[in-house]
């Protein structure tokens, strides 16, 4: 496997690298029912527009809402400290869930790509479209994949020769 692709949270096994995956998880001291959830709750900068956000039906939705925001309703530094956002809300999501930290580790070495559909330059920032973009997302995820690796391996034990 030199390459993983994935876009949709529907994707077997691949889909739950994608951020609108279904899956409960810590952040903050809060509880989210996804990655989108915990990540976009820091993008707002007044808690009625958090709520707001979070009381989107979907993942989906929250996420066109908050990429919609005004400008006066993101928060202070967002360009700056989204991606620093985006490694912890991962980091917090594959060491709560070990199914999903074992499917991570599964990919060995390959490189992990969003391939989304629509070209836009949200889509071309977080991952690829037609091969272009930054694949911010895959490189986080490329990331924690090895901070986690050693965090499960089993120790090497040898024998004493006594």
């Known amino acids: ?11 077997r096994p691949y889909g739950v690298f994608s951020n609108l995956y279904r899956r409960t ?14 990540y976009q ?4 900068r007044r808690p009625e527009v958090r709520e707001w956000l979070m009381a989107a039906p979907s993942p989906a939705l929250l996420a066109m809402a908050a990429h919609g925001l005004y400008y006066w309703d993101v ?18 999501k594959f060491s709560q869930h ?9 990919t060995g070495a390959a490189r992990l790509i969003e391939s989304a559909t629509v070209d836009s330059p949200v889509n071309r920032f977080w991952g690829e ?14 990331e924690i994949r090895e901070e986690l690796r050693p965090a499960y391996s089993t120790p090497s034990r040898t024998v004493a020769n006594a």
């Open 129 to 142: 479209v037609n091969g272009q973009g930054q694949n911010t997302l895959g490189r986080l995820l490329e």
């Open 98 to 106: 070990r199914d999903l930290h074992d499917i991570l580790l599964s």
């Open 25 to 38: 998880m810590e952040f903050e001291g809060r509880t989210f029912p996804t990655a989108e959830h915990a």
């Open 75 to 92: 928060a202070p530094n967002w360009s700056r400290t989204k991606v620093d956002r985006m490694r912890a809300v991962l980091r917090a």
């Open 1 to 11: 496997m030199d390459e993983i692709r994935f876009y949709r949270a529907s994707e």
């Open 41 to 44: 709750f820091g993008k707002a």
